[in-house]
């Protein structure tokens, strides 16, 4: 199933696109880091520094033989394919920019931008994140995992009867070539780390397709839909006029050695 929406629908949504999800963070490492040196390290030392290695994903589309092989073609992005998931896309005015994997209970959002050649955005946009969250009221955690630096977030939200609440969302990021890769765990592998094992490998297994054209740093990927979605109209007009969307594919390839573990 593809579900096209617009952006505002989502609270979370809209506050990833204004600016969770690694396992429990690595407490070893961290604690024989600190035993070396005794002065944590700054956050804003962290920004401006050059791309970190990216040796298991995701990938530049340069860098694997057959980028689409078990993946869904969404022009600036190719995400991996696994059984059950429902892939839903988000448009901002007349262009597709980001795309949510749904499965079960749990999502991923992603979403990538431009960014310079020879210096990655990812500290930078996670205290941009990080801040903009806190001024609304949530709570913040930053934490090194298996995708490196993520933000564990508690969301400020409106409840369905109009009482206030906080819903659980982990930040994660990747800087590539001129790319930056975010995404946004959400649902229950937000809530319970072992339940994010598969959004994880998705994220690892995404495919950033650049292209060659100018673009300004921090300029979203456009995406676009498969040649064989299929539009269809699902549910009233919004405030806005927008229309909600779905789009019929054809059963997904098997992801790349992606499989579900409960």
């Not at 024989?32 to 005794?38: K, L, M, P, T, V």
């Not at 979403?111 to 946009?125: D, M, T």
């Not at 913040?140 to 977030?153: K, P, V």
């Not at 969307?245 to 499989?259: K, M, V, W």
Request: glycine content about 12%.
């Amino acid at each position: 199933m593809f579900r096209r929406r617009h952006k505002s629908e989502d609270a979370v949504e809209q506050l990833a696109e204004d600016a969770t999800s690694a396992d429990e963070t690595a407490d070893d490492v961290e604690g024989s880091a600190e035993s070396e040196n005794d002065t944590e390290l700054d956050p804003a030392d962290r920004v401006g520094l050059p791309p970190a290695p990216r040796p298991d994903g995701p990938w530049d589309v340069s860098e694997l033989e057959n980028p689409e092989e078990g993946r869904v073609d969404l022009g600036g992005l190719l995400v991996p394919g696994v059984e059950g998931m429902e892939l839903r896309v988000e448009v901002a005015g007349d262009a597709i920019v980001a795309a949510t994997l749904v499965l079960g209970n749990s999502a991923i959002q992603l979403q990538a931008f431009a960014a310079p050649k020879s210096e990655g955005i990812w500290g930078e946009v996670r205290e941009e994140i990080a801040n903009g969250i806190t001024q609304q009221g949530g709570l913040i955690d930053e934490e090194e995992g298996t995708l490196g630096w993520h933000l564990r977030a508690q969301v400020p939200v409106q409840l369905p009867d109009g009482a206030h609440g906080a819903q659980l969302v982990r930040f994660v990021g990747c800087d590539g070539p001129r790319w930056f890769l975010r995404g946004v765990i959400s649902g229950q592998a937000a809530v319970q780390p072992e339940m994010a094992g598969i959004l994880e490998e998705v994220f690892r297994q995404t495919v950033v397709v650049r292209g060659e054209a100018p673009m300004a740093p921090r300029d979203p990927i456009v995406l676009k839909l498969p040649e064989d979605a299929q539009m269809v109209a699902d549910g009233a007009p919004t405030e806005g006029g927008d229309q909600r969307y779905s789009a019929s594919l054809d059963p997904f390839a098997r992801g790349p050695e992606i499989t579900e573990v409960r």
